[in-house]
């Protein structure tokens, strides 16, 4: 089973042990239509338990026994509240609690397993990953997708110009998958391997706030590919002696930059890697 799928079990089971204390307040209260109602919906809920843990695991398996169990049990509760044979209403709780969670220790119990998604660009940098994607691919409790995504080159006013996508450029026993058919809010992957900032950067951070790990990290990879952010980060937050440097927004912030800095000077754009867009100026007339 899947880990989000797990939890997502381990979540409804908590709802569960919520509404069988609502149970018993409306026996207490001698509401019990009220209370019938609930159980049903209890019932339901645990047949759709049942339901996921099959889908995951196939049939036969101890916690899909417990679940029927737990089933099994609300209706005789049922039975016992609108006859009248048992309204105590801390006996049926502690009754129904007891039953869904020896089916939560159950699924508890079954094999997690992962989903690693890897996001190169490249084909001449897929090597910075392959070890990682490897010992992925070589778990049994992990499917690990390498999905190469397509990156653009730029004009010199920023525009997107040449399209490149090289998935038929990765070694022949890596298996691709195109990246129009994996869809990652649906899949919810538990890991997220991106090539450092070859997509946007801002997206990792939405996936780590639904619980989805980001190698290394979101900040990190977001760190790679925002140059100002690192270079702040070394220089104002952690006080790390840097080369001098400044920031500049057209030609003229340039020319006053360069004035304090002096030459040679490296111009790097603010986002950017691997070296491209940068440039060294030697003196003032280049």
Request: aromatic share 8%; proline share 5%.
């Amino acid at each position: 089973m899947r880990k989000y799928q797990k939890s997502q079990c381990i979540e409804m089971i908590r709802t569960l042990e919520e509404a069988h204390s609502e149970i018993a307040k409306y026996i207490e209260k001698k509401e019990i239509d009220t209370a019938s109602s609930l159980l049903g919906e209890c019932q339901q809920a645990a047949i759709s338990l049942g339901n996921t843990v099959e889908t995951t695991e196939g049939e036969g398996t101890e916690a899909v026994s417990r679940l029927e169990a737990y089933c099994e049990l609300i209706y005789k509760i049922n039975e016992e509240i609108v006859s009248g044979e048992n309204t105590n209403p801390r006996n049926v709780e502690k009754r129904l609690r007891k039953t869904i969670l020896s089916a939560q220790s159950c699924i508890n119990a079954l094999p997690t397993k992962l989903e690693a998604v890897f996001l190169p660009y490249k084909a001449s940098m897929w090597d910075s990953l392959e070890s990682i994607w490897m010992a992925a691919d070589e778990d049994p409790n992990c499917d690990a997708y390498v999905i190469p995504i397509p990156y653009y080159d730029r004009n010199p006013d920023g525009s997107f110009a040449q399209i490149h996508y090289e998935a038929v450029d990765f070694p022949d026993y890596v298996p691709i998958t195109h990246y129009g058919a994996f869809d990652l809010e649906k899949h919810q992957p538990d890991i997220i391997v991106p090539e450092i900032e070859a997509i946007r950067t801002e997206r990792l951070f939405d996936f780590e706030k639904k619980g989805i790990q980001v190698v290394p990290s979101a900040r990190a990879v977001n760190y790679t590919m925002n140059r100002k952010a690192i270079r702040d980060l070394a220089a104002k937050e952690l006080g790390v002696k840097t080369a001098d440097y400044r920031y500049a927004k057209n030609l003229n912030e340039l020319k006053e930059a360069t004035a304090i800095i002096g030459f040679p000077c490296v111009i790097k754009p603010l986002m950017s890697s691997s070296g491209h867009g940068q440039s060294v100026v030697k003196k003032a007339v280049s």
